[in-house]
């Protein structure tokens, strides 16, 4: 069965950087693409970032573009995303996404809370 883990997250202040990372279990990682969305309080989930299987091409929503870098770590079936910068406006719980074959895998999230 799909394990998706979210962690790294937790209270920083407006200029710091957080790293999350996403650990994944019971499918081949390697050849699926995952992506990170984030969920503010009273709003929809939103995307954030994309990562292809290989690692060699990235997308990112506008709003954290230059700021935040996704990567990935097939060996250890890690994903990372780094989050420089971060302003309160990126507060959010973090979520980590695989879509293996039928099924929309998701974690159970980690909080972000960006507040002086």
């Known amino acids: 069965q799909e394990l998706l883990v979210e962690t790294g997250g937790g209270l920083v202040q407006p200029g710091e950087s957080l790293r999350l990372s996403c650990t994944v279990s019971?499918?081949?990682?390697?050849?699926?693409?995952l992506r990170w969305y984030r969920q503010a309080p009273g709003k929809e989930r939103e995307f954030v970032a994309w990562i292809t299987d290989t690692g060699d091409t990235t997308t990112y929503a506008g709003s954290v573009r230059g700021r935040f870098t996704v990567s990935r770590d097939n060996d250890k079936n890690k994903a990372y995303l780094q989050m420089n910068n971060l302003t309160p406006e990126d507060t959010a719980v973090y979520y980590c996404n695989v879509v293996v074959g039928p099924r929309d895998c998701w974690g159970q999230g980690t909080q972000v809370t960006v507040s002086s």
């Open positions: 019971g499918f081949t990682f390697s050849i699926y693409d």
